[in-house]
């Protein structure tokens, strides 16, 4: 992985002064190769079908049973890491999962405005999360390692998909709602959407860089609880005991995931640590 904390030097008279680069040095150049282009394409599709359904998923469900609702990422990923990439789980990550999955059903149960519909897309909508993080390790040698990269090549690739989708179900409802595609309120809160969705796709590839993913998985949980909590009170949503305590149930388990999870990491490490750390016989000591 590429490093941008190299600091370049500006010469002025006898002296050298160092000048720390431009934040948007990071950023490649942008250019689009169609074979390039083409490889990645599985994880466009997918990454497509992951935004569709959570936005169904969002416009069906409260708000506060949002991450209930697609709580089962976790469960999809320990499912596709073991039969896709052959990655075994152990009985400590079995037995969070059994957590997440109880705190969803209990959810389901105390949720007053329940949608099956709703419902159904946080499932694919989780099916799709997982299939992207796998997709993404599988293509991001395509692009260098280079998430920045691999981003641009996967937002124009869904362009691309969601074009001719927007004109084949949606012409009639757009054309019809022509007038509210020349306000000014429209763009600019278009504008500020985006601008948010890109802030929060920098801040998340660089706490990921400057910690861990699974520290990133932590402060997702704390964001989570706030989010749902957050919902009771901003858009009124009836809270019921289940309801709340499917929430808790559902992070609580996503916690201790990422907790069994960032202990297995650190074992790994450590144990890497202590063979790199092993002296090797020399040839005259043999």
Known sequence: QVSYTRLNTVEL???????????????????????????????????VGMITFNNFCLKHVEVSF?????????????I??????????????????????????IGIEGENNFSKFGTACGLFSSFF????????????????????????YNNVNACMIVAPLVYWF????????????KSP?????????GFFGFGIGIVTVLQIKATSPLSHNFSGTAKAAVQSMMAFYLWGNEPTAKGILGIFTVL?????????????????????????????????DQ
């Open 129 to 152: 999360v997982s299939l992207n993080s796998i997709f993404t390790k599988k293509v991001l040698n395509v692009v260098d390692d280079n998430h920045w990269r691999l981003t641009w």
């Open 80 to 105: 596709f890491s073991w039969f896709l990439l052959g990655i075994p789980s152990n009985s400590k990550t079995v037995a969070c999962l059994a957590i997440v999955v109880l705190g969803f059903s």
């Open 252 to 284: 609580g388990g996503s916690l201790l995931y990422t907790y069994v999870k960032m202990n297995e990491s650190n074992q790994t490490m450590n144990l890497m640590r202590s063979v790199s750390d092993v002296e090797l016989p020399k040839n005259g």
């Open 13 to 47: 008279g006898d002296s050298s002064v160092p000048v720390k680069p431009s934040f948007f040095t990071q950023f490649p150049r942008a250019t689009y190769k169609v074979s390039t282009a083409v490889r990645i394409f599985p994880l466009s599709l997918v990454f």
């Open 170 to 181: 949606e012409a009639d409802f757009v054309m019809s709602h022509m007038a509210q595609l």
């Open 185 to 193: 309120m429209f763009w600019s809160a278009m504008t500020m959407a």
């Open 66 to 78: 949002y991450n209930v609702a697609r709580s089962l990422t976790i469960v999809f990923n320990v």
